[in-house]
C-alpha cells in the first residue's frame, strides 16, 4: 500500500512540475491558466499523499514549486484584467511562500508578490489603504541585508507611485532618499538618470527646495546627455528654464557635477 502511495506521490509530482514548465513556456494569457490550473492540482494532491505516507520533508519543496506556478497564474490573470481572480491567487502563492524553505530567494518573492497586490489595489480597484498595507510589507522585507539590490530599486520605483496617489510626504521623501543612495551604485545610467530628474521634481514641486532640486536636475540632464537622450534632455532644460531661478541655466555642462 505505502509502495502504491509512493508511486502516486512520484507521479503526481511529475505530471505537476511538466505542466508547471509548459505554464511558463505559454505566451498565450487563457491556455497559460488552464495549464496552470492542472499544475496545481497535482501539486496539491503530491503534498496531500506525502502527509500520508509521512514524506513531511518533501512538502516544503512542492510549495515551492506550487508557489511559482501561482504567481505565473495571477500575471495572466493581471493581463486579462481579472483582478479579483488575481488577488485571490497571488495570495494563495503568499501561503505556499510560507511553507516553503525559508530563505533569501523566498523573501524577495514574498516581497514581489505583495508588491503586485499592492499594485492592484492602487492601480485597479483605488483602495489606497491596501494598497498601502501591502506596500509597507513588500518594502519592509525588502530592505532585508541580503536583499539584491537591484531589485530593491526595481521595488521602490514600482511602489512609490502608491505612496504619491496616497499624499505620505513623509513616506515619498524616505523613499526617494533610499532610491537616489541605491541608482549611486547602480549600472543603469538611463534608470539613475529618470530618478535624478524625478527627485529633483519632487523636490522642486512638493518640498520646494531649489538648491537640491537643482542640483539632481542637473545630475539628470549630465547622465542623459552622456546616454544621447537628446529629447530628455531638453525636457529636464525646460523644467529647469520654466520653474527655477536662471543660475548657470545655459551652462549645465560645466556646473562639474558628479552624475553618479
Known sequence: MIFMSEKAYIRSIER??????????????RRTIKMGRKSVKFLRKAITI???IGLRKKIPFIYEYLQQVQAT?????LELKKHQDAIKIFQHALESNSKSPQNTK???????????LAKIYANDLGNLKKAEKYANRSLKLGLDKNYNQEDLLDLYLALNS?????????KISKNYRMMVKLAK??????LKAQIYYTYGKFLHSIKNDAGESRKYLRKSQTLFESLGSHQLCEEVTKFIEENLSPIDSNNHITDNLNPS
Request: no cysteine; aromatic share 6%.
Open 73 to 77: 497564474l495571477g500575471a495572466n490573470y
Open 50 to 52: 506525502a502527509e500520508k
Open 106 to 116: 523566498q523573501i524577495e518573492i514574498k516581497s514581489l508578490l505583495l508588491a503586485e
Open 16 to 29: 505537476g512540475v511538466s505542466f508547471l514548465k509548459k505554464t511558463m513556456e505559454l505566451k498565450n494569457p
Open 162 to 170: 502608491i505612496y504619491l496617489r496616497i499624499g505620505n510626504i513623509d
Open 185 to 190: 551604485r547602480d549600472k543603469r545610467k538611463q
